[in-house]
């Protein structure tokens, strides 16, 4: 696991190291954006989940020296902003070197050398020094000024935060001028950590980077107050058909938002697409509302985990490869039996909770809701194994 640092809706800044091994490239990565605590689901907004559909590296690139240890990744779909997910800014002067500025780095990472990671997020605050300072000279009478050094005595970055942000607060806004690299041990007195200069590279991530940047107007905020309006019931002219989001991160707002690239008009969540499509079936009916019609999908009868032999009579499961989730839906279940919830429900599932789901609580089987081809009990336990 490691760090990273969203610049836009749609990139994101990482190390090198984090996605290169030797000749070895990852060949698969997904990026969770709004966690807090990693081991409970304890956040009021569901953290979201993006794949990265595409890996851009540095050629030049050395993991022997740990030089230009920078890469972006672009993930699959729009990130949704909201108030606990924000993009941090890229410097705006590239000449600056913020040398005496104090800086944020934060992370999942170890807590001390050797030690254990973190099931929370941590942060803590360094000095960015020269590259002369007795802090950063043992790691070269010469480091390049791709590289940039901060220390504070008794803290530090650590294993497990690499890529992670080094953040100045510039013009009221987090601009990231830094990501963890490398480092000898962990706040070891008179060391510091040792970061990827951002201002080195802003042509490169410029010229790979598109989709707006970290000031454009938030997509938007499931926590925005919006009047209680009753949502039309049928479009007004030129939009499509109107579609629940209310039980999404989009929440209860009201306006005009994109989603996804597809420019909607929201009523307290009901959105329909300006441009006259049907945003439902776009997003596969997120909150339900598929029109009825015949189920077509048959629920497996034999796992190596009991479960009833119910078919689905119900269209809100459409996936090839339904995962029976009855043990970890229980709790839900049992409100559905009392009334107290409806029969089909978006979950987050999995550690630490970041694959949102489909789920039938009278059958207790779930299918994936942004990949419905995808197995999702395989997903889950790949999920369990990446994360330890």
């Known amino acids: 696991m490691c760090g990273g640092t969203l610049i836009n809706k749609r990139y994101v800044i990482t190390a090198m190291h984090c996605v290169k091994d030797g000749s070895t490239l990852a060949s698969r990565i997904n990026v969770a954006l709004g966690e807090h605590n990693i ?33 972006i990744l672009r993930l699959s779909s729009d990130v949704v902003f909201t108030d606990n997910i924000v993009p941090a800014c890229l410097p705006t002067n590239p000449n600056l070197d ?17 030690g254990s990671t973190s099931d929370v997020l941590k942060e803590t605050t360094v000095n960015i020094v020269p590259q002369n300072d007795p802090t950063c000279t043992p790691y070269g009478a010469n480091l390049p000024n791709s590289k940039m050094c901060a220390y504070a005595q008794g803290t ?11 953040v100045v607060m510039e013009d009221g806004r987090n601009t990231l001028v830094g990501v963890v690299s490398y480092g000898t041990g962990c706040a ?9 200069r951002v201002t080195t590279y802003l042509d490169w991530i410029n010229t790979n980077v598109a989709d707006g940047w970290c000031d454009e107007t938030p997509v938007v905020s499931p926590t925005t107050t919006a009047p209680v309006t009753t949502a039309p019931t049928t479009p007004s002219a030129g939009l499509g058909a ?15 938002f994109t989603l996804n690239g597809i420019p909607v008009s929201c009523t307290s969540g009901i959105c329909s697409a300006r441009d ?12 339900g509302g598929r029109p009825a019609v015949e189920a077509t999908t048959t629920l497996p009868t034999t796992t190596t985990t009991p479960k009833p032999t119910t078919t689905a009579s119900t269209t809100f499961l459409t996936c090839s490869r339904p ?22 429900v978006i979950v987050n599932i999995g550690y630490p909770g970041t694959i949102r789901s489909k789920c039938d609580l009278e059958t207790g089987y779930c299918c994936a809701a942004d990949y419905p081809s995808s197995d999702l009990c395989q997903r889950l336990g790949w999920f369990g194994t990446l994360y330890g």
Do not use: H
């Not at 944020?104 to 050398?113: A, D, I, K, P």
């Not at 629940?244 to 005009?256: A, Q, R």
């Not at 006259?276 to 009916?285: I, P």
């Open 242 to 256: 109107a579609c629940d989001f209310t039980c999404t991160n989009v929440g209860t707002v009201t306006g005009l």
């Open 156 to 166: 530090d970055s650590c294993q497990g935060d690499s890529g992670g942000p080094l």
């Open 98 to 114: 913020y040398v005496g500025q104090s800086a944020t780095v934060s992370g999942w990472g170890t807590t001390s050398e050797g």
């Open 276 to 287: 006259g499509s049907n945003v439902c079936e776009v997003f596969n009916y997120p909150c």
């Open 188 to 196: 070891r007195t008179g060391l510091s950590g040792v970061y990827a």
């Open 323 to 344: 995962c029976y989730l009855g043990k970890a839906l229980a709790n839900l279940m049992t409100q559905y039996q009392n009334a107290e919830l409806s029969r089909n």
């Open 39 to 71: 081991v409970q689901d304890i956040e009021n907004n569901a953290a979201q989940s993006i794949s990265v559909e595409q890996i851009i590296t540095r050629d030049d690139y050395n993991e022997g020296t740990i030089d230009n240890d920078i890469a």
